[in-house]
């Protein structure tokens, strides 16, 4: 199974991407602590690429391709921006997250997450492919 997407890069596309992972969770029949995770591995990604990768650029496509194989979620956003690999990033640890102004959270709740990051900067764009393997089994619903 495979579905893409296509949004702006402004805030407001968070709320629509959560929108189109709840339904994509529903549909693929993806666990709710796990559709959670997935939906957050985004907004994050999502909100790093608007607020660095296109600075002050507004208006400016980000697609992400998100598939299911054998239990394996794989998500591959795409984006023209400035290049970044958020593999070499990594920030500072402090004893107290809650302090930073610098940010960095975001990828290491991304790392938390997921189960591999691959980035790679081709044709004038960058390429991160997110894995995430579905370790729960599917809610039921109670008699």
Known sequence: MKK???YKSEVQSIATIRKDMEDLAESWDIP???AKQITLVLEELFSIIINYAFKDKTNQDIGFII???DGII???LSDDGIPFNPLEYNPEQLSDPAS???GGMGLSLIR???DSIEYKREAQKNHLLIQKTIRSQPETEQS
């Open 4 to 6: 893409k997407f296509q």
């Open 32 to 34: 709710s602590s796990e």
């Open 67 to 69: 598939s299911q194989n």
């Open 74 to 76: 794989h998500l591959l």
């Open 100 to 102: 930073s102004d610098d």
């Open 112 to 114: 938390v997450f997921a």
